[in-house]
């Protein structure tokens, strides 16, 4: 890698080394990790790193392991056990010169050595087109409390598309539900490995920079679980009591599939005049009851104004649409003995 790039790191660290912060040193090496990344200059840097010697260069060391940025055998060797004492560094509060090694590596340990206070979760616009994950967070020594939230796309498939790290305060006017930790955690990590699979996906340019941050800090909550399912499903308890109105939420519920806070206009056109006649077998009493049950579950998901006009301007269709065997997908064909040149 270039001399200068590696001297502004180094800049950097000295920095840092003064300000004594585990999260403002994680937040800089994040960011460090997501650079060197896509220079392709992880290796060389890790190298002039390791030659170097100087406590600047052991700190950014430290701090890509506190990040995950480091396999476990590099982050192993690269604990910060072998700082050297330095003076002359004055400290931003006091202008004195910094402390020898045993403070400072008291505070370099510390990075990556969080408990996790709490978990939110819930959508991020009136639609649920993006939903926010949230965890919160403060280092074992009780100080420096602060949050992760992970924005999660929803048309996209569930990925992760941006994130900040932030003050609790920041939670304040969101409304969202707390929720488990580890199911947090779980989507967290389950939506940046599928962000890892989908090619050309749009997320916020500041996303690669807190990526590795993000991570590290899904994998410490205790209890992961992965691939949880929404429970906003099963807590829906305002099925009308019409004939059909069950059947007619099963396939409901089919469609929402994983992403139930996922519920706009455009989303409820596609189940009705498109999910419904291509993939869905329903009785007569469950057509005729589809368009209450959904009113119901739209007014369960915030009862916006568009959303009902969207089942206003389409329900009347669904019938027709229902009827017409030329919309019938594949797999309804051959479940109802359809000819599949008919298509």
């Known amino acids: ?198 090619m050309g996906a749009a997320v916020a340019e500041t996303l690669p920079a807190i990526r590795p941050l993000a991570v590290a800090r899904a994998r410490t909550v205790p209890g992961l679980v992965r691939g949880a399912p929404d429970e906003t499903l099963t807590e829906f308890e305002d099925v009308p009591d019409l004939p059909g109105a069950r059947e007619a939420f099963g396939k409901l519920a089919e469609f929402v599939g994983n992403r139930p806070l996922w519920w706009s206009p455009g989303r409820v056109r596609q189940f009705l005049t498109s999910w419904l006649p291509r993939e869905a077998i329903l009785s007569e009493e469950a057509i005729a009851a589809m368009p209450e049950v959904v009113r119901a579950w739209s007014r369960y998901r915030g009862d916006q104004p568009a959303v009902l006009r969207q089942i206003d301007e389409d329900a009347p269709r669904l019938p027709a649409l229902m009827a017409d065997d030329s919309l019938a997908g594949l797999g309804k064909r051959l479940a109802r003995n359809l000819p599949a040149d008919d298509a």
Not at 108 to 116: E, K, L, N, T
Not at 118 to 136: F, H, I, R, S, T
Not at 172 to 197: K, Q, S, W, Y
């Open 1 to 198: 890698m270039s001399t200068t790039a590696f001297d502004t790191a180094i800049t950097q660290a000295r920095d840092l080394l003064r300000w004594r912060s585990p999260l403002r040193t994680e937040l800089w090496a994040a960011r460090l990790a997501a650079e060197l990344e896509a220079a392709g200059e992880t290796e060389a840097f890790l190298r002039r790193a390791e030659e170097d010697g100087r406590q600047e260069a052991r700190l950014a060391l430290t701090a890509l392991a506190a990040v995950g940025a480091l396999d476990a055998r590099d982050a192993a060797a690269r604990e910060p056990e072998e700082l050297a004492p330095e003076s002359g560094v004055p400290a931003p509060d006091s202008g004195t010169p910094t402390p020898g090694a045993g403070e400072v590596l008291g505070w370099m340990r510390r990075m990556g050595r969080v408990v996790c206070e709490g978990a939110w979760y819930g959508k991020a616009d009136p639609y649920g087109e993006q939903v926010l994950a949230v965890l919160a967070f403060r280092y074992e020594n009780g100080k420096e409390p602060h949050i992760l939230v992970i924005g999660i796309d929803q048309p996209q498939g569930g990925l992760a598309v941006d994130g900040l790290v932030e003050e609790l305060k920041f939670l304040d006017d969101l409304g969202l539900r707390e929720a488990e930790p580890g199911v947090v955690g779980g989507r967290i990590l389950d939506a940046f490995e599928l962000g890892e699979t989908v």
